[in-house]
């Protein structure tokens, strides 16, 4: 099975969820340069350039903040997860933001520099060694590296090419974006002893986003603690025909149980091609549609289709009472497994 | 040469290799290592600022493949082991930049009065 690349794979959903993202941004922008000023304590005069550099680099510390909660509260509440889907297109246009930021902080601060702006961004202070008037601009240079190495590996081809384990850990950078962004503002801008609403609003942007990421470890923790063996999916009320209902396992892996002509048959949700999430797919002719890039599995069988060669792992199934179970052990890709009758039931 | 000028000249290096491989891999490697790739070219100028900043791990890649080193199921297996760590690693991280700054933080002198400073003979 193959998808030929295209520079970006559009859906009515992504457009929809582009148009508000760039809502958002040009509200956040409008607001913050037109209509809340004395908030902000810019009633002392400021020229345009600092105030656009403040505006946009404002702007792309809540875009990360909102890009660092999404992760979480969809692994804490499943109708989280249509924000996921697009979350490539957020990141890419906060690194747009944050670059804007900083050529407004090049052109003005070091826009005379003999040597260049970034020459004279790099001499204007060096004093590492000491904690006040720490050079608060490496943090900033360093989380803009690390926004652009992730804007820059967005695309699908970069997932296929490194593989999806060298591209999510490459992709944990945003977390190091963070903390840099963090330090940045903290040994930055919240200096200024006069601005106490910036430095709530730092303060809990921080602690939401760790407050999120601790309880979503948690209850991952939790889901992992259970062991191997047979695993409660659902009841017979819970199915619906065509779709399936994901479980997550002990290692962490999540398996898809999909209920097809009053049967139950169960699938890793992980697709083969890119990971894509199988368990949000749609049935068509047996055949699961990854809502990715349409890749289709058997979900009796875990094959795709002929002349197509891709497998992925099936699981067993059984009733326990009213209680469809799955087993944590995975059979090897491609195995058929006999389909659960959802009348056994009881 | 100072440490500045050091560090971009270093950046500037790094950039023309980077230019040189995303020139040869786009033009003809990436045809061999991925058959979805080929035919494909409009998205590839997309591909350039990645190759540019991270041109070692591409062209680790692109040998990789080219010698199967790579096991095909190995290269599908989920990661979420390391991302508790991660997220923990992250929290530290940021309590400890805010302590720190918050520490350095100076008191505002708003408890003295300004005081008009005459010019020279006055």
């Known amino acids: ?249 002990p290692s962490g892996d999540r398996v898809a149980t999909f209920l097809l002509d009053g049967q139950l048959s169960a699938i890793a949700n992980a697709c083969a091609h890119q990971n894509g999430p199988l368990g949000e797919g749609r049935i068509v002719d047996c055949l699961v549609t990854c809502p990715w890039h349409g890749f289709q599995y058997d979900v009796r069988t875990g094959r795709s289709p002929a002349p197509f060669t891709e497998t992925v792992p099936t699981y067993r199934l059984r009733a326990n009472g009213n209680t469809v179970e799955v087993h944590s052990d995975a059979n090897p890709p491609g195995t058929p497994t006999k389909p659960l009758p959802l009348g056994a039931l009881t | 040469m100072d440490n500045a000028q050091f560090l971009l000249t270093a950046a500037t290096v790094w950039l023309w290799i980077g230019a040189a491989v995303a020139l040869v891999f786009l033009a003809w490697g990436i045809d061999r290592v991925d058959e979805d790739a080929r035919g494909a070219y409009v998205f590839r100028p997309l591909l350039i600022p990645g190759i540019l900043l991270l041109w070692p791990l591409v062209l680790y890649r692109w040998w990789a493949i080219e010698v199967e080193a790579a096991p095909w199921l190995a290269r599908y297996r989920p990661v979420r082991g390391a991302h508790p760590a991660a997220a923990m690693l992250m929290c530290a991280a940021m309590a400890l930049l805010l302590a720190v700054g918050l520490t350095a933080r100076q008191p505002w002198p708003d408890h003295i009065e300004p005081v008009q400073i005459g010019g020279p003979g006055q």
């Open chain 1, 1 to 249: 099975m193959s998808v030929k690349y295209i520079p970006v794979q559009w859906n009515p959903n992504k457009w929809a969820y582009n148009a508000a993202m760039l809502g958002g941004v040009g509200a956040f922008l409008w607001i913050f340069l037109y209509i809340t000023p004395e908030a902000l304590s810019h009633e002392r005069p400021i020229n345009a350039q600092i105030h656009n550099a403040r505006a946009f680099g404002a702007c792309a510390f809540v875009m990360l903040t909102v890009i660092l909660c999404i992760g979480p509260l969809a692994r804490l509440d499943p109708r989280f997860l249509p924000l996921l889907y697009n979350r490539r297109h957020f990141g890419v246009m906060t690194c747009v933001v944050a670059l804007t930021h900083f050529s407004y902080i090049l052109g003005w601060y070091f826009a005379f520099s003999s040597q260049g702006g970034l020459y004279g961004l790099l001499i204007a202070n060096t004093s590492y060694g000491q904690i006040a008037g720490f050079p608060f601009e490496a943090f900033g240079i360093f989380a803009l590296l690390c926004l652009l190495v992730l804007a820059a590996t967005s695309h699908d081809f970069w997932l296929k090419f490194l593989t999806p384990p060298v591209w999510k850990r490459l992709h944990y950078l945003v977390y190091a974006a963070y903390a840099a962004v963090i330090g940045h503002v903290s040994l930055g801008i919240l200096q200024d002893q006069q601005n106490h609403v910036l430095t709530a609003i730092v303060i809990g942007s921080a602690a939401l986003v760790g407050g999120l990421h601790l309880a979503a470890a948690w209850k991952d923790r939790a889901a992992r603690a259970g062991g191997s063996g047979w695993m409660p999916v659902g009841t017979a009320s819970e199915f619906a025909e065509g779709r399936a209902i994901i479980t997550r396992l």
